[in-house]
């Protein structure tokens, strides 16, 4: 079975950095775009960053120039580096994936359980 499990978030003071992963578990053989969301207490999920199979990548306006996606598709692994955190970056941070083709076929719209992210002031 195809899990999305993510680690590396934590506390941090403003101006600081984190960096979040996400490891694709099972027999895999292929990963379609992945995102990185955020949900803050009170608001909506919010796409924060795309990477596409072929590295391209794009970001929220509140956060361009900040944070950085990447993956490693022989590792089945995407990263967000976050630098320059302020408060308003606190929220649980999500990865997902729109399609992954495993031994079982292809499979749609997975997601992480969340890391929690919480930047002081």
């Known amino acids: 079975q195809v899990q999305l499990v993510e680690s590396g978030g934590g506390l941090v003071q403003a101006g600081g950095s984190l960096r979040l992963s996400c490891a694709a578990s099972?027999?895999?053989?292929?990963?379609?775009?992945m995102h990185w969301y955020r949900q803050a207490p009170g608001k909506q999920r919010e796409l924060v960053a795309t990477i596409t199979s072929g590295g391209s990548t794009d970001y929220a306006d509140s956060v361009k120039g900040r944070f950085a996606i990447s993956r490693d598709n022989a590792k089945n692994t995407v990263s967000l580096q976050m630098n320059s955190l302020k408060p308003e970056d606190t929220a649980v941070y999500y990865c997902?994936?729109?399609?992954?083709?495993?031994?079982?076929?292809?499979?749609?719209?997975?997601w992480g359980q969340g890391t929690q992210v919480t930047v002081s002031s």
């Open positions: 099972g027999t895999i053989f292929s990963i379609n775009t």
């Open positions: 997902h994936a729109d399609r992954i083709r495993s031994v079982t076929g292809w499979g749609y719209d997975y």
